[in-house]
């Protein structure tokens, strides 16, 4: 690594490390390779690495634990939108083994009198999907994007990231916007939890691009029955 450059070493370092965590080249849940195999691969002091690393942590991505390693928990491009702790972290900080599956993706009409209409025109796409704690299903997501956009095929519900489509198709994000309610959930929804019935927590999410147009809708149903939503802020 050329060593004059004028931005800082761990910076670039940064940028690297965590462009192969959005790509998918250090998946999800698994550990990044060692500080002395970084510290060869980038021709770099350990102090050089640490700073990295440790900047990747504050911005959510990876968890390090002494004896252990550098853990994946995170590749989406939102976190640095906010300042809070991504859920997922919380979950596997406090033990839990917390996975996605059953990724699916369909191309859906939406009619004029549709309410995606107005964000997404005659045609979108929608993405199902759920996630388990503990193998148990726990979050069930429905995603609507825009139709325009070119995704890649699910070959790993792990590695296949919404944000990173987005990325892909040079749909920058600029913030989104979150909105809780008391939800009782479809049928099917409600058998995809394991439930008998509800109400659930319920969660809107909408994400605005860098011009202000909607890039994605989102609905998520919790059972907090095993697991309260839970917002940790750095201050």
């Known amino acids: 690594m050329d060593k004059k450059s004028k931005i800082p070493l761990y910076m670039t370092v940064l940028e690297i490390l965590k462009e192969r965590i959005i790509t998918g080249e250090y998946g999800l849940h698994t550990f990044m390779p060692t500080e002395n195999e970084l510290e060869k ?4 002091s350990k102090i050089t690495i640490r700073k990295a690393i440790g900047m990747l942590e504050n911005e959510g991505f ?11 928990i995170s590749n989406g491009l939102y976190n640095i ?17 917390f996975r996605r599956e059953n990724t699916k993706v369909t191309r859906i009409s ?12 005659s045609e979108c796409y929608k993405i199902t999907r759920k996630y388990f ?21 699910v070959s790993d519900d792990e590695r296949f990231s919404i944000y990173m489509q987005m990325y892909k198709n040079h749909r920058m994000i600029s913030h989104f916007t979150d909105e809780f309610y008391i939800d009782y959930p479809s049928t099917q929804i409600l058998e995809e939890l394991k439930l008998k019935e509800g109400p659930t927590l319920g969660r809107k999410r909408t994400t605005y691009g860098i011009n202000g147009e909607v890039l994605e809708i989102s609905y998520s149903q919790y059972n907090t ?11």
């Not at 691969?41 to 770099?44: A, G, L, T, W």
């Not at 939108?81 to 083994?97: C, H, N």
């Not at 029955?225 to 201050?235: A, E, K, L, Q, S």
């Open 110 to 121: 939406l009619e004029p009198q549709d309410e995606l209409y107005q964000y997404f025109g």
């Open 81 to 97: 939108l906010t300042r809070s702790q991504p859920f997922s972290k919380t979950l596997t900080d406090e033990g839990y083994v």
């Open 41 to 44: 691969e980038f021709d770099v």
């Open 133 to 153: 704690l503990d193998g148990v299903p726990y979050i069930y997501y429905t995603h609507y994007l825009l139709g325009e956009m070119k995704l890649d095929e």
């Open 225 to 235: 029955r095993m697991h309260n939503y839970v917002i940790n802020f750095d201050v």
């Open 62 to 72: 990876v968890s390090k634990k002494s004896g252990s390693g550098t853990k994946v």
